[in-house]
Structure formats: C-alpha cells, structure tokens
C-alpha cells in the first residue's frame, strides 16, 4: 500500500514538472530576450531606411524606368507614370516615382510608397501610404497618408490624416481638423504661421540649485519670477499668468501654463498639461496624459530639438508651434 | 510551557499574514500590469541639449569581460564631447589594468581609475570614481553588460523630470540557455522588472535602483555623503536614501541590457547571500526614517517597508515552517478551529503559494515566451535555496549591526571568456 501511494505522489508530483523537464530537453524556447543592440532613435527611420533600401539597388533614382523590377525587401516593380508637370490620377498598386514636379489629382490612391524627386501637391482626399519627398510637399484637404511622409517642407490642408510619422528637414505646417501621431521638424506650426519665434539665447545653463515643494493650495503667483525647480506632488498645479520660472516642473495632478507664463525648463506632468495662449516652454514637455497647446503657445527654441511626448493624446490650437519633436501613444489633434 | 506554545500559536499566526500581505501585494503588481494603463518612461522625448555622463564600471579581475563592456560603449551614440567611461580597476590581479590602459591609449573619452590603496570593494570605488566624474550624470554598469548603443542616452534623459534622481533600467540574463539555474534566474528577472518594476512605477510607489544599467545625479549623491562603504546593497541604500529626502527613482523598462547571470549554484549561493546581506542592512538604517519621511505617502511608506523587509520573507517563513513542526509534534495545531478554517488554508494554498508564480508567468506572457513558462514550477526549488542563504545573510546582517564590523565585498564569479578585441 505504502509503495503504491508512494508511486502515486511521484506520478502526480511529475505532472507538474513534466512539460518544464520536455522544456529543459528540446530547448524551444532557451534563448535570452532579444535586444537589438545597434538600435538607435531617428524620427525620420522610416524615409532613411526605405531611401537606403532604393539607393542599395540604384545609385541615381532619376535612372529608374518605367516598369523596372527592383529587388527590395522582395521584389518591387517602380511605376513613373508623369514625366511631366500634367496632374496625374488614378489608383496605383506599385511604387510610384515622380522625377519632375508633380500635382496629383484628387481622390488617387496610392497604395504602395510615392517618391518625389521635385515638389509635390497632394490632391484632396487622396490615400498615400507613404511618401518621401525632396523637395516642398504640400497636402490638400483630406489626404490620408497610412504610414509616413518625409519632405523638405511640408505644409497641410484640413482634416489631413499624417499617419505613423511625418517630418520636414525645413518646416511642418499643420492644417485645422489634421490628425497625428508622430511629427518631426525644426519648427511644427499650425495655421498660417507668423507666431513670434522663440530666439535661442545663450543665458547661462539654468541649474537651478533645488526643488521647491508646492502645497496643496499654492501656485506659482502672477508676474513672479521662481529661480527654482518646482514640483507639486498633490492636486493642480497653476502658473499663473506673466509668472517666469526658470527650472523645470513637476506636477502629479493637472498642470496649467497660463496667459504669457514662461518655462525656461521642462515641464513634466502625470496627467494632463493645459499650455494657455502666448505661454512658452523653452524645454520639453512630457505627460502622462493629454497635452492641450493654447493660440500661440509654444515648445522649445529656435534652432534647437525639444519635444513634446504625451501617453494619452495631443491637442494643438491655431499659432501653436513646436521646435523638434512631437510624439503620442495617443491621437493628435488640429483644432 | 503554556507561555511558550501561546508564542508559537502567535508566531504561526503573524507566518500566515505577512504571507498572506506578500501574496496580496503579488496580486496587485500583476493586475496592474496586465489590466491598468501602463505609466510612460519619458524615453520618447529627443533633446538636443543633452547632460554631461559619467560611466562607471566598476572591475575586479574582469579580464573575462572587461573589453565586451567597453567596447560596447565606445559604440555608444551618446555626444562624444558629453560622454566620459570610468572603468574602475579595484586591486585588480589579472590583466584588467593592461586591458583598460589599452583602451584609454586609443580613445580619449575613456579615463581608467586604478585603485590599489584603500577599500576594496564597489560602494568604495564608486566613491573615488565620482571624484574624478566630470559628468552631472553617473551611469553605473557591472563588468559583464553589454549596454546597447542608445542605452546612455536612454537613462539619462530620464534625469529631464526634475524630481528624478535616480533612473533604472530593465537587467536581461545573455546566458539563458546556459543550463537550468540560467534558465530559472531568465524567469525571476522577467518577474523583478516587466511585472514588479514596471507596476511599482506605475503606482508611483518605490521602484528601485539596481546599482547597475541605472544612474544618478551626481550632485545629489555627493551632497548626501556619498556611498557608505560599511553598506554592501549600496543600490538599495541609495534609493531609499532618495526617497526619504523626496526624490523619485524613475524606471525605464525599455532601457534593456543583457548581464552574465551566474551559472553555477555556488555562484548564485554567493550572490544571493550578500544580496540578502546588504538589503538587511538597509532595513535597519531605514525602516524608522522611512514611517518618519515627511515626502512619502502612505502608499509609498507600506511599499518601501515591504521591499525594505523582503530578504526578512523567507528567514520568517523557515521559522514558521519550524515553528508549525513544533506545534505540530506538540498536538498544538488546533489555532483556529471550524470548517472555515479549511477553506482558508485550501485557498491559500491552491492561490496564495501560486502569486509569485503568478507574476512570474504574466512577465512571460508580456516578453511573448510561449514555452519557458513550462519551467515555473521549477521555481519551487530555488525557493528553498534561496531560504538558507537568505537566511545566513540576515544572521550576517544581525551580527554587523551589533559588531560594527566591516563587510568584505565578494565579486560574483564571471563565466563569460572573450576573446581580445581590437580597440
């Protein structure tokens, strides 16, 4: 009786180190976590690696034919459908390359990447899935790209989608009603522009020597200037109209930047950041929930790379502008 | 002999809730996880002013792995001008001084510290690293990583949040498939940070800093005192020392870095048995000046005293499994008596044991590893382990508070052999 029940705990006691012994002897899952080590953070990785991609097979694009095969991450045919300045339109299912200035009609669709070697305007409601423009590339109303968009400069229309990523070596200008993920550029405005730049200056670095606690009830007051870091660790936080601080914030409720308030730092919030009209944050702006940019707000300087990253969504009004980078794991919005 | 059988009943009793809390707080971690809005690392954000960094790598006889680390980092895409490698030679017996005189000679941004006079040991050579740091940023790597080439870059700009004075990264074994101790300490670090990092962060509790692929502020650290070289878990002491003077330790769960896990159980004996060690003595320098700290909630204080008080676990849990022997052989056990009695224990033990296990699995589950999972219930064996030398750390721990005595720092064994690089 004894050997059986001994028999019978053994047997039971396998059932649950069976399949982990299977494990340790076909070994189908013993390798270690994959991390790329050579991986590093470019905004515009996806225009780089797909103009790598062509340029490993033609050394000059303006050489590529009509129809030609070329052998990318599998086998692509190119289509040059204009070589002439003619609107062009329709549906394409290849990649589509345009060595001269090109406007494109609305309502095409394109349904692989479009190259332009010249300038490009994009007709209203046309579907791209990617583009890579040299030069100037400008959206009608409506274009819906589905993964990215590089060009020199960029300038939408209204209720454009700009899909994963879309960055401009020179400058982005944002339509009403345009929606986003990723932007990259040295300045991101939205509107007709004409915001004041927010001029590079070369103060001395700010380091201011501590971090000053906020109680529950204080603000940073009106026209006040603060040479400290500020953190607020319970409820909302307010800077208060005209008041300068010239460290960074830290806030744990909602953050509000208001009417003409400066921020030399950066200012870094657990829920929403509400950026009131005129105020200007000179540093990044980081939040674990929705980042709203008041009329005429801006991010970052001139001739600088700041950002504004944000877990939960973005919201920009008109005259709002951006030096650098702009992220969310959420949706961003022209209003 | 009644007095002495109310205390084991009492003993037994205090077992099963602070099992009962550990398991909870398992629980919770693991949820929040899997079902809560995840909190974001600011790794996202791109700067073009960047801080000025320091690494430091501190090495004992680590010719095995000295030049995998530094070259890892010459690699790094961190500004040259803002980046300075401090590979700490620490009475070194081996080639490590030849190995890093090579590198210092063929690249200026690496500036070599050789030690042979004073304290052996990291929190000591840390100490006289950071004398020489020129960076406002330390960044600390064992001997045995390999840092990926944005991984500087990643851990620094976690130091954009004013509040954060420490930021740490998520450790992943190189070694996986070496052999099953390997393979077992792949699942426990994939608990530690995708589940138990990750959610303590979210919660805004108390992630910690691991002492390596992690940095701090330097300022911070040098007005502070520095490291305490009396203290062998220097990472925990500075983390709790952070947090009680209101800063924050931000964790990173994307800044990965492969590290050599050891791969013989003696090693591990070792590593775990200074670990426990070094975490006590931390518990008795801060569990009074963290129920004190005027920056902590509560929320926060329950969560450093639980981590505070975690390589107390398993010494409370083998007296109690001793103590439940006792009562047992004593015809005592009768503590609670009733049907509801058995439901609890049933409960406990089908759920309560399976918590960890549970935590565990979801990191799995999360890093997308279909089959290792199968290898959980091997866990149970490191367990009992880690019970004895967790236990023998905590008497060693004990015996420092009362002696005064200084702790002698013991390198974890590395396995890795490379071959010579070219600079």
Redesign the interface.
């Known amino acids: 009786m004894l050997i059986i029940c001994l028999a019978l705990f053994i047997v039971m006691l396998s059932f649950a180190f069976l399949p982990g012994w299977i494990e340790i002897k076909r070994k189908k899952d013993d390798k270690s976590m994959h991390i790329n080590n050579n991986y590093v953070r470019d905004p515009e990785y996806f225009a780089k690696s797909f103009k790598k991609l062509l340029l490993k097979r033609v050394k000059d694009l303006n050489a590529i034919e009509d129809g030609q095969e070329l052998e990318l991450s599998q086998g692509e045919i190119i289509n040059c459908p204009s070589q002439s300045i003619e609107p062009v339109s329709g549906s394409y299912k290849h990649i589509t390359l345009f060595k001269r200035p090109v406007n494109i009609m609305p309502h095409s669709q394109f349904f692989k990447e479009v190259v332009c070697l010249k300038q490009a305007q994009i007709g209203q409601g046309t579907l791209l899935r990617a583009g890579l423009c040299n030069e100037d590339c400008s959206l009608a109303d409506q274009v819906h790209v589905v993964r990215w968009l590089d060009a020199k400069k960029i300038v939408t229309g209204e209720n454009c989608n700009l899909g994963v990523s879309t960055t401009a070596k020179e400058m982005l200008l944002l339509g009403r009603g345009c929606r986003f993920t990723r932007l990259y550029a040295p300045v991101i405005e939205v509107g007709t522009g004409g915001t004041e730049e927010v001029q590079a200056k070369s103060l001395p670095f700010l380091k201011p020597a501590y971090n000053a606690f906020l109680e529950d009830s204080e603000a940073i007051e009106k026209g006040k200037l603060y040479e400290v870091n500020i953190v607020k660790r319970h409820g909302d936080l307010v800077v208060e109209a005209g008041a300068v601080v010239t460290g960074s914030i830290k806030g744990y409720g909602k953050i509000t930047i208001a009417n003409q308030a400066t921020v030399l730092g950066n200012v870094f919030g657990e829920k929403d950041i509400i950026i009131e009209a005129g105020a200007k944050i000179w540093g990044d702006v980081f939040a674990n929930g929705i980042v709203e940019m008041g009329p005429g707000s801006s991010i970052g300087q001139s001739g600088k790379c700041k950002s504004l990253v944000t877990r939960d969504g973005i919201k920009l009004h008109q005259n709002s502008r951006i030096y650098g980078y702009v992220s969310t794991d959420g949706e961003g919005v022209v209003l | 002999m009644v007095g002495i059988i109310w205390i084991l009943k009492l003993y037994f009793i205090f077992t099963v809730v602070v099992m009962v809390i550990y398991g909870v707080r398992h629980y919770i971690f693991t949820y929040n996880r899997l079902y809560y809005?995840q909190?974001?690392y600011?790794?996202?954000?791109?700067?073009?002013?960047v801080f000025s960094v320091s690494v430091v790598i501190p090495m004992h006889n680590e010719e095995a792995v000295a030049e995998g680390v530094l070259q890892?980092l010459l690699r790094s895409?961190y500004p040259e001008d803002k980046l300075e490698i401090i590979p700490i030679n620490d009475f070194s017996e081996d080639k490590t001084q030849e190995i890093l005189d090579k590198y210092a000679a063929a690249d200026k941004r690496v500036h070599p510290l050789h030690r042979f006079e004073g304290d052996r040991g990291k929190p000591a050579a840390l100490n006289e690293a950071m004398k020489l740091a020129k960076g406002e940023i330390i960044i600390v790597f064992d001997a045995d990583y390999?840092?990926?080439?944005?991984l500087v870059?990643k851990l620094s700009i976690g130091f954009?949040?004013?509040?954060v004075g420490a930021v740490m990264g998520r450790v992943?074994?190189?070694?996986?498939?070496k052999n099953?101790l390997t393979?077992l300490l792949?699942l426990e670090r994939?608990g530690g940070y995708q589940v138990d990092q990750q959610a303590r962060y979210n919660m805004?509790l108390l992630p910690q800093y691991g002492g390596t692929v992690g940095g701090f502020r330097k300022d911070l650290l040098m007005d502070t005192g520095s490291f305490n070289i009396r203290v062998l878990a220097e990472d925990t002491e500075l983390t709790y020392r952070l947090f009680c003077r209101?800063w924050k330790v931000s964790y990173a769960n994307s800044a990965?870095?492969?590290e050599e896990a050891p791969e013989s159980w003696v090693v591990r004996a070792r590593q775990i048995q200074r670990w426990s060690r070094g975490h006590n003595q931390c518990m008795w320098r801060y569990f009074v000046p963290v129920l004190k700290s005027t920056?902590l909630?509560f929320w926060e204080k329950l969560d450093g005293l639980l981590l505070l008080c975690i390589y107390m676990m398993p010494v409370i849990l083998l007296l109690g499994i001793i103590d439940s022997l006792l009562l047992f052989f004593m015809d005592e056990m009768h503590i609670i008596a009733g049907w509801i009695f058995l439901i609890f224990l049933g409960a406990y033990n089908t759920f309560g044991n399976f918590a960890p296990f549970f935590e565990i699995g979801t990191a799995c589950f999360l890093?997308g590893?279909?089959?290792?999972v199968?290898?959980?219930?091997?866990i149970a064996f490191n367990f009992y382990f880690y019970m004895w030398f967790i236990t023998k750390g905590f008497f060693q721990a004990i015996l420092d508070l009362i002696t005064r005595r200084k702790a002698t720092w013991q390198k974890t064994a590395r396995f890795r052999q490379e071959k010579g690089g070219t600079v």
């Not at chain 2, 992943?172 to 498939?177: D, E, I, K, L, Q």
């Not at chain 2, 199968?374 to 091997?378: A, H, Q, V």
């Open positions: 809005p909190r974001k600011c790794q996202d954000i791109l700067d073009s002013d890892a895409n390999i840092p990926a080439r944005d870059k954009l949040d004013p509040q992943v074994p190189v070694n996986t498939g099953l393979r792949d994939s805004d209101g990965e870095c492969y920056y909630t890093d590893a279909r089959q290792r199968f290898l959980l219930p091997y």
